[in-house]
């Protein structure tokens, strides 16, 4: 069974342009391919959500 992303793939990709990298993600519609990030740009995309997330908890308080 296939694993559900937490995160939408439309905010993956905009973190990815905000880190210069979103012209890497292959895009079919609404399918994203990221086989072709490197492991440190996966690094990043991740690193960016996580920092989201925090300025979004932030906001709440």
Do not use: W
Not at 25 to 47: F, K, P
């Amino acid at each position: 069974m296939a694993r559900r992303s937490i995160v939408s793939d439309e905010v993956k990709y905009e973190i990815a342009k905000e880190l210069g990298f979103a012209d890497r993600i292959q895009r079919y519609g609404d399918s994203y391919d990221y086989c072709n990030l490197t492991t440190r740009e996966a690094g990043l995309l991740v690193r960016g959500l996580i920092e989201k997330a925090e300025q979004l908890m932030a906001n709440q308080k």
